[in-house]
């Protein structure tokens, strides 16, 4: 072997004792070309060689892939200026191995002898079988998410259908509250599939982001009432649990649905001017919705009708907290606060 890096050589011997039995391929090379001094059993098994034909060979031959990911020039800073090195999960293919690149843990520690480094000590760790496994998983993972959406899309068409078939069955009915009745079931059933359109939407299926569910009942609403203008806000990183999307849609639709009714007013009254306003924010460690109507008031003495019912008892059911505030404009804006972590109630 060429004279370079003997004159500071590591001490082999004491690397030995531990490296012989070490399930980590082990290799200790030295000089400007990081010829092989040393390879322990586990590293002459992966590369399938003796220690023989291994000493005094370069890393650039015994690690062909070194050289194309920079890891050659990484052992020359290495060797110049003593700082260890790991790098993660580097498919290499060693020499005369057969079949596809096994992945390593690379570590990488300076060997000093009178002070100066005197060679590099390689360890790699083969994690090939915990690449496959988490690779197998992420592939797992992706197949289920795919049978999700699809689920949540058949979902979605199916609750789309019976909307129809409830608009349908409004329009032959001749009875105005019997009318209104199905108008109403219609519109609960739209917004139970536009939180599965939202859904669908999110990149984990595990969170909605609320612009979307927002843009959702929005465009829901136009459908169901066009010329209705219902303007939507919410920052594009907010979300809320899924667990949580289906009742709050179904609230925020019933909140909707009474802002039109309310727009609408008596037949003799002018239509509403002002757009509507549904906007969702952070609030500290809650989120806050607001609902601005669009300026119409309800009728005095109103009593409360099943929307009203259905919105408390999903309110509480979400842990959020409904208010209600007529502004100096005349104009109602509801107000709801639900907290970000599903565990803790909102506070008032």
Partial sequence: MPDEGRSTAPDIEQIRCFAEESPAAVVVLAGPAHRVLYANPTFCAAADRSPDTLCGVPAADVFPHFRAAGHLATLDRLRAGGRPWTCRAQPLRLPLAEGEPRIWDIEATPLR??????????????VSAQRRAEAALQEALAAQQAIAREAEHRIKNSLQLVASLLRLQGSHMAEPAGRAAVEAATARVLAVAEAHRALQRSPDLRRVRLLDLLDELASGTSVQHPGTDLRTEAAEDLTLDAERAIPLALVLAELVEGAVRRAAGPASAPPASEPMRLSARRDGAAVLLELTDAGAAAEEGEAPGLGEKVVRALTRQIGAV???????????????????????PARG
């Avoid at 002898?113 to 083969?126: F, I, K, P, W």
Wanted: aromatic share 0%; proline share 8%; glycine share 8%.
């Fill in 113 to 126: 002898s009178a002070g100066a480094v005197a060679g590099l000590l390689l360890q790699l760790r083969d």
């Fill in 322 to 344: 409904l208010q209600t505030e007529r502004l100096p404009c005349g104009r109602i804006r509801t107000a709801l606060t639900l907290p970000a972590d599903p565990a803790k």
